[in-house]
T-cell receptor, first 113, second 112 residues
Framework: AQSVTQLDSHVSVSEGTPVLLRCNYS??????LFWYVQHPNKGLQLLLK??????LVKGINGFEAEFKKSETSFHLTKPSAHMSDAAEYFC???????????FGTGTSLTVIP | DAMVIQNPRYQVTQFGKPVTLSCSQT?????MYWYQQKSSQAPKLLFH???????NEADTPDNFQSRRPNTSFCFLDIRSPGLGDAAMYLC???????????FGPGTRLTVL
C-alpha cells in the first residue's frame, strides 16, 4: 500500500529564511511523488513532481524537493520564504495500480514578516 | 490555456434540496476525479472516472452521485444535502498512469 506522512502540521518561518516541509512516503515500488500548494479558498496547484528521473526536482516559485530512497523522504524546500508562500502544502503519492493518488494530511505554512 | 473549470465557485443550497456541481476540462484527460475537502483537512476522494468507467470509493455515501456525459464534462450530484456536506468540492483530471493531477479552483458548498 502507498501512503505519505507529513511530519509537521504547522510550520512557521520568518520572511527571507529557508523553508523545509517534511514528507515521508511508504511504497513497495518506485513511486511518483508530488507537492501541491493550496491558498485559502482556492484549488490545488502543482508545485513539482518526481517520476523516477532526477532525484532533485525543481518546481515553480523557487521550490525544490529531493527524492531520497534510502530515507523514503521527499522534503520540500525553498531558500528564502516570501509572504505569498503562506498556504497549505500537500505531499501526494500515486498508487502503482489504477488512477488513485494518496494525500498527506497537509502542512500549514505561516510566513512572519 | 488548457484548464479545469468548476461552476459555480460558490453554491448555497437548503437542507435536503438537490444540488449539482459542474466540472469541465480542456486538457483532454481520460481520468476525472471528485474530492470533498472540509476545513483544515486533506481532500477526500469521492469517486473517479476513467473514460466512462466509474470508480466509487467504498466510503462515499449513496447521497453522492456522478455523471460523465463526455470526455470534457463531469457532474457531482448531491441528492439530499445535509449540514455535514458543506465543504469545498474539488474536481481534478489526469492521464491514465498519469504523472500528475490538475485541479480546478473548487466549488464552496454551503448548506442552510
Amino acid at each position: 500500500a502507498q501512503s505519505v506522512t507529513q511530519l509537521d502540521s504547522h510550520v512557521s518561518v520568518s520572511e527571507g529564511t529557508p523553508v523545509l516541509l517534511r514528507c515521508n512516503y511508504s511504497s513497495s515500488y518506485s513511486p511518483s511523488l508530488f507537492w501541491y500548494v493550496q491558498h485559502p479558498n482556492k484549488g490545488l496547484q502543482l508545485l513539482l513532481k518526481y517520476t523516477s528521473a532526477a532525484t532533485l526536482v525543481k518546481g515553480i516559485n523557487g521550490f525544490e524537493a529531493e527524492f531520497k530512497k534510502s530515507e523514503t523522504s521527499f522534503h520540500l524546500t525553498k531558500p528564502s520564504a516570501h509572504m505569498s508562500d503562506a498556504a497549505e502544502y500537500f505531499c501526494v503519492v500515486k498508487g502503482n495500480t489504477g488512477n488513485q493518488f494518496y494525500f498527506g494530511t497537509g502542512t500549514s505554512l505561516t510566513v512572519i514578516p | 490555456d488548457a484548464m479545469v473549470i468548476q461552476n459555480p465557485r460558490y453554491q448555497v443550497t437548503q437542507f435536503g434540496k438537490p444540488v449539482t456541481l459542474s466540472c469541465s476540462q480542456t486538457l483532454n484527460h481520460n481520468v476525472m476525479y471528485w474530492y470533498q475537502q472540509k476545513s483544515s483537512q486533506a481532500p477526500k476522494l469521492l469517486f473517479h472516472y476513467y473514460d466512462k468507467d466509474f470508480n466509487n470509493e467504498a466510503d462515499t455515501p449513496d447521497n453522492f452521485q456522478s455523471r460523465r456525459p463526455n470526455t470534457s464534462f463531469c457532474f457531482l450530484d448531491i441528492r439530499s444535502p445535509g449540514l455535514g456536506d458543506a465543504a469545498m468540492y474539488l474536481c481534478a483530471t489526469s492521464r491514465p498512469s498519469g504523472r500528475a493531477q490538475y485541479f480546478g479552483p473548487g466549488t464552496r458548498l454551503t448548506v442552510l
